[in-house]
Every structure is written in structure tokens, then in C-alpha cells.
T-cell receptor, first 116, second 114 residues
């Protein structure tokens, strides 16, 4: 499976500020996704990061709040904008594609965000 | 939209016993069903998956079964060990998207007592 890294691994931010999370993969992958996992909860898909086009957002998530970039097949960023304490969560990127069968999805280590 | 229900939310078993976690999905067009294991503070890890053209799949102590008619699938862990303790998530592919566009169940916290 692909090796996936995320930066930063954790951060504590003040309300009203923005944080950009980076996701790097060691091989070219077709699909990259961004998830949110609130403490003790399941994983919720924020958006699909499409290479060369706008990200596709799920219901309840908007581009102004979570702008996403996907400049190439190995890298993506998620920005959490104008943060509030409700944005405190773990943010995970995941990838599908590369050498694995269609559908197999692997997660990065996550970014633990605390907003004060 | 697609919905995935997972039961039970917590499960406690003695070491050596079997554990079964069940999930149901709502959209018959879903065709890919992975299971993830998440240990505390770590990323979810894919442990087994099944596609809609298969009824059962095994990998050592773990197996997954799929009943397309009833729209449910289950994870079976035999001869459980303390290191199996974790939160397990089922997921189903969202129809119309890539198979990687997944909807997750709420998770099952499995505790294996030595």
C-alpha cells in the first residue's frame, strides 16, 4: 500500500484563524479524500480532492470553510478556515488507487486539531 | 442518501472466543464493503474487504460475509486475542461515485479480555 504522510501531526489554534493541512503520498494515486473524525466518533467524508479540478464536497461541507487543493497526483492540502472550537477534530486524508485494486483506501496518520 | 448501520456499538469477549460485528446498508447499488480497525490514537487500517460479486472472504482469523438480498454484511473474528481490541468500522461504497467514496458505520469498540 502507499505510504501517506500528513503535516502537521497536531496543532492548537486560536479561533478565527486558519490552518492548512498537507497530505503527501509516495506514489501517484487517482483519488484523494479528506475526512473528519470527531473524538470517539466515526469518519465523515468532507470532500474528494480531484486532480486538476475543483474538489467535490459532501453535504454539510463548503469550499469557503474547507478549501482544498490537489496540484498533482501525490499531494493535497485541506485548509480549515475561520476556525471555531467546533472544528476541533482529527482530520485524515486517504488515498485510493496506485497499485492496489479499485476501492482499497488507505489513511494518513491524521492531524489532531484543537481550537481554543 | 446511503446509510450504514453498525451493531453492536460495544462488544466484550473472552480471549479465544469469536466476535461478530454486523452492518446493514441502505442502497442496493453499493458494491464494495471494507472493514477498518482503528487502535487508540492511530489511523484506521484496512483489514479485509468484500465486493458485491462475492458472498464470503476469509483471511486467517477474520472473515467477512455479504448478503446482498438482505443488504447486510458481517465481520467474524475467531480465536480472539487481546491485540484484537480496537474500534472496528464497516463501510459501504457510495453509489455513483468511485468505490473509494465510502460511508462509514459508527464503529464497534471490541474489548478482548485475557
Amino acid at each position: 500500500s502507499a505510504v501517506i504522510s500528513q503535516k502537521p501531526s497536531r496543532d492548537i489554534c486560536q479561533r478565527g484563524t486558519s490552518l492548512t493541512i498537507q497530505c503527501q503520498v509516495d506514489s501517484q494515486v487517482t483519488m484523494m479524500f479528506w475526512y473528519r473524525q470527531q473524538p470517539g466518533q466515526s469518519l465523515t467524508l468532507i470532500a474528494t480532492a480531484n486532480q486538476g479540478s475543483e474538489a467535490t464536497y459532501e453535504s454539510g461541507f463548503v469550499i469557503d470553510k474547507f478549501p482544498i487543493s490537489r496540484p498533482n497526483l501525490t499531494f493535497s492540502t485541506l485548509t480549515v478556515s475561520n476556525m471555531s472550537p467546533e472544528d476541533s477534530s482529527i482530520y485524515l486524508c486517504s488515498v485510493e488507487g496506485g497499485s492496489g485494486p479499485a476501492g482499497e483506501q488507505y489513511f494518513g496518520p491524521g492531524t489532531r486539531l484543537t481550537v481554543t | 442518501g446511503e446509510n450504514v448501520e453498525q451493531h453492536p456499538s460495544t462488544l466484550s469477549v473472552q480471549e479465544g472466543d469469536s466476535a461478530v460485528i454486523k452492518c446493514t446498508y441502505s442502497d442496493s447499488a453499493s458494491n464494495y464493503f471494507p472493514w477498518y480497525k482503528q487502535e487508540l490514537g492511530k489511523r484506521p487500517q484496512l483489514i479485509i474487504d468484500i465486493r458485491s460479486n462475492v458472498g464470503e472472504k476469509k483471511d486467517q482469523r477474520i472473515a467477512v460475509t455479504l448478503n446482498k438480498t438482505a443488504k447486510h454484511f458481517s465481520l467474524h473474528i475467531t480465536e480472539t486475542q487481546p491485540e484484537d481490541s480496537a474500534v472496528y468500522f464497516c463501510a459501504a461504497s457510495r453509489p455513483g461515485g468511485s468505490q473509494g467514496n465510502l460511508i462509514f458505520g459508527k464503529g464497534t469498540k471490541l474489548s478482548v479480555k485475557p
